[in-house]
């Protein structure tokens, strides 16, 4: 970013998925170089998920439209449209769109996201 007092963003970092989701970054590591948090908007198909993971940063998620299951530690949490969720760093959890309609939503993450500090589980 440049030494203005604001950046606005027209053209986030469109992240290269091969499962269907659309993710989008404004600010963080890929689209600004920014470490100290991200933001994304993003979209899960119907039936997506992912592997579960035990990040090293906080998250926190913003559902625009649909709902979200997601697994925290074992315990199975929804978060429909218009609520959110914090899940602190250190915490096993797994992001999942179980059902027939698309998850519109925003994560924020804190620190950055980064792939290396995500950890994921193989399989």
Known sequence: MSDKKYFKQTKPFVVPTT???????????????????SVAHMVAPPHWNEP?????????????????????????????AGESILVKAGTR??????????????????????INAVHREEG
């Open 19 to 37: 499962d269907g989701k659309l993710i989008e970054e404004h600010f963080g590591k890929a689209s600004t170089e920014t470490s100290a948090f």
């Open 52 to 80: 579960h993971q035990t990040p090293d940063f906080d998250e926190i998620t913003i559902v625009l439209r649909g709902k979200k299951l997601i697994e925290i530690d074992g315990e199975a949490v929804e978060v429909s």
């Open 93 to 114: 959890i797994r992001y999942a769109n179980p059902y027939d309609e698309e998850t519109e939503y925003w994560s924020i993450c804190i620190p950055a996201f980064d």
